[in-house]
Each structure stands twice: as C-alpha cells, then as structure tokens.
C-alpha cells in the first residue's frame, strides 16, 4: 500500500460546526504532515507529527487542533472556523529514521473545506 | 532563509513541443530536491527528485539534473501530451521536516 488516504474528500461547515479531517497510511511511514492550500498558491505547512509527537506547529489558529492517535493515523479537528479557512486540506507522510531528514513527501487527495 | 523561485507561467505549448521549467534555489547545506504535479482537483504527486549534485532524477519522460554550481533543478521533457497539463511545484527540503515549495508553474497543452 502506497499511498495516502483522506476523508471526507469535500466538507461543508458552518462557523459553529465541530467537524474533523482523518488522513491514513500504511507504509511504516514515522512523519505526518497537514498543509493548506489556497487557489493558484502552493501548499503552506501547519502541522508535523514525528514519531506521533507534534514536532512543528507554525503558528497555526487554535480553531485547528492536530491529533496523531497512532503511527497510521493523523486527524484535524476544526472548530467555530472563518469562511477565509476555506482551502484544500493535504496530508502527506515520510519516511522518517531518527535524526534523517531529507525524504519525500507523499500526499494524499486532499479534503475541499468549505466554511459558511 | 531556504527558498524556492520557479519561472512565472502559464507555460503554453503545443503536443509534442519540448517543455523546460525553470527552477532554482536557495539553501543552506545541501538540500533534497524535488518535483511534485498537481492535477486540477487533486493532491500532489511526487514526480521525481534528486538528493545530491549531478544526480539526474527521472519519470514519466521528465528529467531533472541536481546542478549545484547553478543552484538549479530544471524540469524537461521532450514531447509533452495534452495529459501533462497541470502545476507543476519545484521544492527542496534540508535537515528539518519542511518542505520549502516555490510558487508553483502552471502548464497548459494544446493539441
């Protein structure tokens, strides 16, 4: 199994809403990542987790909080969010051996926010 | 700080015309380079990378060379098809867990 899976592919909330983003692997990969993705811009990094630890979170609003239950797994869960969070969620995984950097990147399909 | 500049697009061409991306960098050390497309809709998919100077990554009939005196990683192909339409994002990455991407390089083909 090679790749990255996401869900739900699109979701539409409301500025009140509770709702979260799941993002799975299964190829022994140490190192998960969330970005965000505007229209006609490159991915901007949020969120990494290594060896399910939250090693970088770049300044990234409360309303989004991270949640790595095991090595396969990575949530977002997203609270009383703005309509200018409305992007592309990515989660991407790496190959990660302490102290080893260097490795790609693979993402998964994304999830479409909407925000009301 | 590290940094990525890739050429303005789009970049229009027809089937079969050679394609040339230009892409270089800037970092301290000596940074993993690589090439992810994104397809309208969709993620980003790795295309092909290189972890030191003068290696060549290839795949799907792209190249690109790790040229170290240029600071450069150039994305080529010979012949593009109408399916290669997509953005195509140079980044690099060092001895952190980020991933440094330059803006992004839309590619248009026509038949």
């Known amino acids: 199994d090679t790749e990255v899976t996401q869900t739900p592919k699109h979701l539409v909330m409301g500025m009140t809403n509770k709702k979260s983003l799941k993002c799975e692997q299964h190829?022994?990969?140490?190192?998960m990542y969330w970005y965000k993705q505007k229209a006609k811009k490159p991915p901007e990094l949020m969120f990494v987790?290594?060896?399910?630890?939250?090693?970088i979170n770049e300044s990234v609003p409360s309303r989004f909080s991270p949640e790595c239950p095991n090595s396969s797994l990575l949530n977002l869960h997203l609270h009383a969010l703005q309509p200018e969070d409305s992007a592309l969620y990515l989660c991407?995984?790496?190959?990660?051996?302490?102290?080893?950097?260097?490795?790609?990147?693979?993402f998964g399909p994304g999830t479409r926010l909407t925000v009301l | 700080g590290d940094s990525v500049t890739q050429m303005e697009g789009p970049v229009t061409l027809s089937e079969e015309a050679f394609l040339t991306i230009n892409c270089t960098y800037t970092a301290t050390g000596y940074p993993s380079l690589f090439w992810y497309v994104q397809y309208p809709g969709e993620g980003l998919q790795l295309l092909l990378k290189a972890t030191k100077a003068d290696d060549k990554g290839s795949n799907k009939g792209f190249e690109a060379t790790y040229r170290k005196e240029t600071t450069s990683f150039h994305l080529e192909k010979g012949s593009v098809q109408v399916s290669d339409s997509a953005v195509y994002f140079c980044?690099?990455?060092?001895?952190?867990?980020?991933?440094?991407f330059g803006t992004g390089t839309r590619l248009q083909v026509f038949p």
């Open positions: 987790y290594s060896y399910e630890k939250l090693s």
């Open positions: 980044a690099l990455t060092t001895n952190t867990d980020k991933l440094i």
């Open positions: 190829m022994g990969h140490r190192a």
């Open positions: 991407a995984s790496s190959h990660r051996l302490a102290g080893e950097w260097g490795n790609e990147q693979f």
